[in-house]
Each structure stands twice: as structure tokens, then as C-alpha cells.
């Protein structure tokens, strides 16, 4: 069975979970809102469903059910690699199974059909004045690509509900299957002169690295940072921007690159570019001179009493180290332990949380994915860290995209939370 129609046999299963919840138990409460949570940005308050991932604070993410090592050696891996292919991990999100090397071939060989590119999104793409931030080329490129989608047909066709997981799922891949081109086209024509490198058409992780002009083990990084970055439950603020889109009725096009804008932001997406930027800035004020745990304190005090955050640590969910700054870390570990930068960042590391700790104002004082992400990206040659939360958003893109799908496929409904006045809260904090 294909992967479409594991998907159609799964979505059909599920559904009378869904309606029985709705149904039998709609008015059964998840929770209570505070003051602080509601002028605190929704922490923790209970209105979402995904089946996709799961963010455990203590423990951090797991994707349908496994942890970040399982889901790496669960899943078919391309031959002499040491990271599964990227189209098996979509399957293992759209459908919860783990797909043999067939199942995961065919995926391949279905993206291959999917990959062209329409040759007007390079035009809107150089239209765009060459300085302009590589997020807004990824995010305009999608959105410019929405005449193609087949939900949006649908739609005007006459909609559905019940099959309209199908044309989303249609989107989906085409977009994926999409991305690594994109992405790699907006870093080669905007740092390396318009030297574009055609697409070998072979899989996602072996694409990308290619089109990048870098050689392996690259292909395999890019698996990895794309399976990494995929999904950390619905409320993140990419994933919820490309949920409550899509929520509208909108097209995964228009969901997408609306999401891809939230993930543009420092406290996001963006903070692996500032991790870097923040770094360089340190080397460049150090001079030469080897920094020392005391030095490398000082610079993270000065950071702070600026006002600034020390970008890479801190969650709003997590409370320990995240696993994917983890993974990170043993791939560092094993292809770039004497690098220059990775030592520096292993002393943020050593000196960051306790000052954190210390200030008694970060409720998570550990470092999160991106604290170790531009590393490696500079490491293999990509220095201009602009470019890091484009491929922050292709992976992002996977997670997201599922759960588009599911979306569609489950009937979720427009989202709508309910707004109070000032006066309204200071009228319930009287009475509280
Ligand atoms: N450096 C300095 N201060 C920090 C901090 C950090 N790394 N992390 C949290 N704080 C501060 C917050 O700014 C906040 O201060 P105010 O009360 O003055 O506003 C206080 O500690 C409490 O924040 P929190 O409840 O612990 O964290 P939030 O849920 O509000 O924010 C996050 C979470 C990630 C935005 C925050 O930790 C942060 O700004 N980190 C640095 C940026 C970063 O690495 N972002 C990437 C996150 C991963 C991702 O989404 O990609």
C-alpha cells in the first residue's frame, strides 16, 4: 500500500476518536486560564490536538511516540549514511508507522516527479532587492507558488469535507518535494553569484547537499538538521501560525509561508543566526587572545545587562537540555571536535546556565536546538548565518505540513480563541 492510501486508511480510522471526544465529552475541561497566561503569550494553556509529536518538558520531543535516537535508528537509511532519508521520516510523521526501504523508495522516486520548480519563482525571487532577507525569498517563493495548488481548486470546485485531506496532501508534497530546491537556489544566487547548481534529482538529503556545492558527509547533515528541526508540537509559534492559516480554509501555500514568517523571528527561528552572530562578535572582540570560562562569562553578563537575551538557551516549554541541541552535539562530537567554534560553543555550554540560573529570571536555563545548529553549518562552509532559518524552515516545513494534512483530515475547526479588555481582566482580578 502506498503511502497516500495508508494515510486515507489511517485518517478514516481516526476519525471516530475525533467526533466520539467532540461528541460524548465536549464539555469535559482541560484546564484553566490565568491572568499571566493570558497576557503571558497562552504558556501552557491546553487548546490544541496533534498526534504528530508530543514536547515532554523534562524529556523534549518525541515524534509519533519516539525519541529523537529511535526515530534515527528506526528508520531506512541510504546506504554507508548514518542518517535516515528525510521522505522516510514524512511517512513515519503522516502515517505513525516506520515504512520499509520500498515504502520509502517510493516516496523518493514520487518526490522526483513533484521537484520541478516553476521557473516564474526564480523571477519573483530575483525581482526582490538582492538584500533582502533570505527568510523573506524562502517565504515570498512559496506564497508565489499558491496559482499551483490543488486544494485551492478544490475549493472553488466544490468543497468537501471529507476528502479534503487529499488536495492538501496533493500540496504537501509538492512543496516539499519543492524546498530543497528553493532553498538552495536563494543561497546560491545570493552568496555565491547566481551559480546555480542543478538538481540531481536523487533524494532530499543528497538534493540539498548537492545543489549546495557541498560534498558529503553534508548530505547527511542536511537529513539530519531537516529531520531535527521538522515538528515540536502544535504551539510553537511556526506551527501554530501555518495550524490557525490553514484553519481558514486556506491552501498549505498560503499556510506555509505565513508560518515560515513566524519562524523568522529572533526569539524562534532566527536565533540560530544570532547565535552565530553573537559568537563572531565575541571572536572579533577578543582579538585573537584564547577566551577563557572568565572571559566568556564576562561577554554573557555584558549580553544581559544590556538587555539581551543569550540567544540558543531558554524554552518555553523544555526545562532540561533539549535532545536535538543533544544529537547536535554528538555529531559535533564525532566530525568537528577540534573546531574553533564548537569549543567556544561547548564553554557557553559550561558558563551560560549557571549565569541564567544566577539572574533567577529564565524559567529554562539550558540550551535549546539552536544553540549548536549554525556550528555545523559553518563548519561545512555555510558562514553567512542569514541563511541558517531557511534551512531551519525546510525541515520545519515537514512537521508542519503533516499536520496540515491531519488537520483537514480530522475537520478541525476555524481557530477562534476569545479576547478580554484590560478593564475586563482587572474587573476578574477584583473579584479573584
Ligand atoms: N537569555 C536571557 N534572558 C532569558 C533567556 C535567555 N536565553 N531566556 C529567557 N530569558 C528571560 C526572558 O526574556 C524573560 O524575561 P522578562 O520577564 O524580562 O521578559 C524571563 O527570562 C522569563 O522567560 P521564560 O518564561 O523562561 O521564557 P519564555 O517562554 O518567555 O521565552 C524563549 C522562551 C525561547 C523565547 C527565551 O528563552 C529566549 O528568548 N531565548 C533566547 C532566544 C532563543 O534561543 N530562541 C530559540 C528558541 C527555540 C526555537 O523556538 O527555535
Not at 500540496?171 to 516539499?176: E, I, P, R
Not at 577563557?292 to 564576562?298: A, D, I, P, R, Y
Amino acid at each position: 500500500m502506498g503511502l497516500k492510501e495508508k494515510l486515507a486508511q489511517k485518517i478514516v480510522e481516526h476519525r471516530p476518536r475525533t467526533t466520539r471526544l467532540l461528541k460524548e465529552f465536549g464539555d469535559v475541561k482541560l484546564g484553566e486560564v490565568t491572568i499571566e497566561q493570558c497576557i503571558g503569550g497562552a504558556r501552557d494553556v491546553k487548546c490544541l490536538v496533534t498526534d504528530i509529536s508530543y514536547l515532554d518538558p523534562m524529556e523534549g520531543i518525541r515524534f509519533r511516540g519516539r525519541t529523537i535516537p529511535e526515530v534515527m535508528a528506526a528508520l531506512p537509511k541510504p546506504a554507508g549514511k548514518d542518517f535516515p532519508y528525510v521522505e522516510a521520516f514524512w511517512y513515519l510523521l503522516l502515517t505513525g508507522d516506520v515504512p520499509t526501504m520500498a515504502e520509502t523508495m517510493e516516496i523518493v522516486e514520487d518526490f522526483k516527479k513533484r521537484n520541478k520548480v516553476p521557473t516564474y519563482v526564480y523571477d519573483v525571487i530575483k525581482a526582490l532587492p538582492k538584500e533582502s532577507h533570505p527568510m523573506v525569498m524562502f517565504s515570498t517563493a512559496i506564497l508565489a507558488m499558491q496559482k499551483e495548488s490543488k486544494f485551492a481548486k478544490f475549493y472553488e470546485e466544490g468543497f468537501n469535507k471529507l476528502s479534503a485531506w487529499d488536495t492538501m496532501y496533493e500540496d504537501s508534497s509538492d512543496l516539499l518535494a519543492r524546498l530543497p530546491e528553493i532553498a538552495a537556489f536563494i543561497y546560491r544566487y545570493k552568496y555565491k553569484g547566481g551559480n546555480i547548481i542543478a538538481n540531481p534529482n536523487s533524494d532530499m538529503g543528497t538534493n540539498f547537499a548537492k545543489m549546495m556545492g557541498i560534498d558529503a558527509p553534508y548530505d547527511d547533515v542536511a537529513r539530519m538538521y531537516f529531520i531535527l528541526h521538522s515538528d515540536h508540537e502544535s504551539g510553537n509559534a511556526s506551527a501554530h501560525t501555518t495550524h490557525l492559516v490553514a484553519s481558514t480554509l486556506s491552501d498549505a501555500y498560503y499556510s506555509l509561508s505565513a508560518g515560515m514568517d513566524a519562524l523568522a523571528g529572533p526569539l524562534h527561528g532566527l536565533a540560530n543566526q544570532e547565535v552565530l552572530r553573537w559568537l563572531q562578535d565575541v571572536i572579533t572582540k577578543l582579538d585573537g587572545v584564547e577566551p577563557t570560562e572568565e572571559l566568556m562569562k564576562k561577554f554573557v553578563l555584558e549580553t544581559l545587562d544590556s538587555g539581551a537575551v543569550i540567544p540558543g538557551f531558554g524554552h518555553a516549554v523544555l526545562r532540561k537540555t533539549d535532545p536535538r541541541y543533544q544529537s547536535q552535539r554528538e555529531f559535533c562530537e564525532k566530525h568537528l571536535p577540534n573546531d574553533k567554534i564548537f569549543k567556544y560553543v561547548d564553554m557557553l555550554y559550561r558558563v551560560v546556565p549557571d549565569i541564567l540560573l544566577a539572574k533567577g529570571k529564565a524559567k529554562n536555563p539550558w540550551p535549546n536546538v539552536d544553540a549548536q545548529s549554525g556550528v555545523i553549518q559553518w563548519f561545512y562552509g555555510i558562514t553567512e548565518y542569514d541563511f541558517y532559518t531557511v534551512m531551519f524552515g525546510v525541515g520545519r516545513a515537514i512537521g508542519v505540513l503533516a499536520n496540515i494534512t491531519w488537520d483537514r483530515g480530522l475537520g478541525y475547526a476555524l481557530e477562534r480563541p476569545k479576547s478580554l479588555t484590560t478593564a475586563m481582566l482587572e474587573d476578574v482580578a477584583k473579584k479573584g
